[in-house]
T-cell receptor, first 112, second 112 residues
Framework: DQQVKQNSPSLSVQEGRISILNCDYT??????FLWYKKYPAEGPTFLIS?????DKNEDGRFTVFLNKSAKHLSLHIVPSQPGDSAVYFC???????????FGTGTRLTIIP | DTGVSQDPRHKITKRGQNVTFRCDPI?????LYWYRQTLGQGPEFLTY????????KSRLLSDRFSAERPKGSFSTLEIQRTEQGDSAMYLC??????????FGAGTRLSVL
């Protein structure tokens, strides 16, 4: 039972354009959502998070949007840079500090 | 801040052997998590500790798996009688009182 879903295994975007990564979830008990970035041979690195009481959180080039009624969140990266090429994981938990449930990841490739 | 450290980075073993992995969390982080990641999947939760107490175990953690955090600092994950299906990346993360989980680079286990 995949409670967090990332339906796009891969995405290619031109450098300088906007990258939009999507994530859907099924568990209505999830209250806290995170995005992690992973380079090969490294562990996941925290990128940005959002609590269910908000619908948007911004940090520099990264913005996460949450639509609770649709059980959908998205990560926007603008402008996209070559160093953004990595696998991006969406994750969720019922409260901060609890175990994370991850999606299967989206491989983002930024084309110079 | 040296980050989460995992040892070894790679382990090759024969089926039926026992293996043990070590995780050193970020100093003063009281929560420590273990996850497992297989190819094409996101990390899956195994277990977590608050200080030395093991608070939750996934049903993925069969009785061949045992984790300890004896003094509330480093943790070990032991797999007895390894099987080929145990081949995966084992990831450790730590957090401070329910804050963001920070991951180590992982231990890649190959069971031949």
């Amino acid at each position: 039972d995949q409670q967090v879903k990332q339906n796009s295994p891969s995405l290619s975007v031109q450098e300088g354009r906007i990258s939009i990564l999507n994530c859907d979830y099924t568990n209505s008990m999830f209250d806290y959502f995170l995005w992690y970035k992973k380079y090969p041979a490294e562990g996941p690195t925290f990128l940005i998070s959002i609590s269910s009481i908000k619908d948007k959180n911004e940090d520099g080039r990264f913005t996460v949007f949450l639509n609770k009624s649709a059980k959908h969140l998205s990560l926007h990266i603008v402008p996209s840079q070559p160093g953004d090429s990595a696998v991006y994981f969406c994750a969720a938990n019922r409260q901060e500090g609890e175990k994370l449930t991850f999606g299967t990841g989206t491989r983002l490739t930024i084309i110079p | 801040d040296t980050g989460v450290s995992q040892d070894p980075r790679h382990k090759i073993t024969k089926r039926g052997q026992n293996v043990t992995f070590r995780c050193d969390p970020i100093s003063e982080h009281n929560r420590l998590y273990w996850y497992r990641q297989t190819l094409g999947q996101g990390p899956e939760f195994l277990t977590y500790f608050q200080n030395e107490a093991q608070l939750e175990k996934s049903r993925l953690l069969s009785d061949r798996f045992s984790a300890e955090r004896p003094k509330g600092s480093f943790s070990t994950l032991e797999i007895q009688r390894t099987e080929q299906g145990d081949s995966a990346m084992y990831l450790c993360a730590s957090s401070l009182r329910g804050d963001i989980q920070y991951f180590g680079a992982g231990t890649r286990l190959s069971v031949l």
